[in-house]
């Protein structure tokens, strides 16, 4: 009788997931049943499909997502899509897929969602009665600027429309891709009404790589700050996530190469592992540095008050403790050794105006 080997949970084969963030596909915590990737002892794994990208639409009624959390400085985004290709494998934008009946592991990264129809939503929902501009974060969740933005120009789209309303937007991204709009941006940035920022995690390239494995080389990213700050185009750095005993090492660095490219602004996260993606990191760090796995999640339990993530408002971005003090320090410190965050100035909405302005009412009194 042939034999039977499980693979650890639910991982997926190397080569059907090459060039893939996370290592399994785990069932959705909404699903009725956990489905397991096994062998049968007839060789079926071998006959599995590698993952490939696909791409459905969504159809959504609104493009706008609106927030009341206290602790950041936006109150509006937009999410051009859903998944992202990038495949970051700490990203906790990943348990949303959940929602879709998907998993948050290697489903994330190849099964994405467009939004098409989101510069024409964007359009309807600035020119509704009584809206008030405000700043528009853009890539809060996942990147507008992953690979399939090249074919599908959402991004772009949605540019056109803040531009031509004289809508202010904040961008956080990876991606190069962003300068295919430096047209866009560049007028933008002389109103007033756009900043970009430029998501490092780090400066070594096999880190990189195996943490995010589609997106821009950490080089490609500092020339994406200098080509940006050349065009005039208001740009910063997110050293994000900040992941204790892996990248924490290069903050300063970071800081240093990006103030050299032209950066005058910075921020910074630390590892975030909400829901699905506390699994799927330590399950990533047991593969690729099984050596330092338990260190990592000691310290990260210790800047989550014992636990492995703590939701809390004012604490889920910068966590607490003496670790988290520490690079809360580092990093102010490192940003007033290289001239970061001097001046903050605040874009303008103060030029907007409705791309389709209501037809006012005739007074019946002339």
Known sequence: MPGVSVLSGSEVAHDRRRGRGTLSNASGRYEPFARVVFDDGWRSLEELP???????VDSARK?????NSPDISFDRS???????????????ARPTHAFMGLSPGLDFESKLFVKPDAPALLERELSAPGYEPRTIAIGTNTDPYQPIERKHKVMRGILEVLERAGHPVGIVTKSALVLRDLDILARMAERNLVKVAISVTTLDAGLARTMEPRAPTPSRRFATI????????????????????INDADIERILDAAAFAGAKTAGYVL??????????FVEWLNANYPDRASHVMKLVRDMRGGKDYDATFGE????????????GRRFEAGCERFGLNRNRAAL???????????????SLFG
Request: hydrophobic share 40%; with cysteine.
């Open 271 to 280: 590892l975030r592992l909400p829901l699905e993606v506390r699994d799927l």
């Open 348 to 362: 303008s909405a103060e030029q907007f105006r409705p791309p389709h302005p209501q037809a006012r009412q005739l």
């Open 78 to 92: 937009i999410n051009p899509y859903r998944g992202c290709e990038h495949g970051c494998v700490y990203c906790f």
């Open 226 to 245: 200098r080509q940006l700050a050349d065009a005039g185009v208001p740009v910063g750095v997110m050293v994000a996530p900040v992941i204790p005993a």
């Open 316 to 327: 889920r971005m910068k966590g607490k403790g003496p670790y988290a003090w520490m690079i």
């Open 50 to 56: 590698p993952f490939a990208t696909t791409v459905a």
């Open 63 to 67: 493009i706008v997502t609106r927030n």
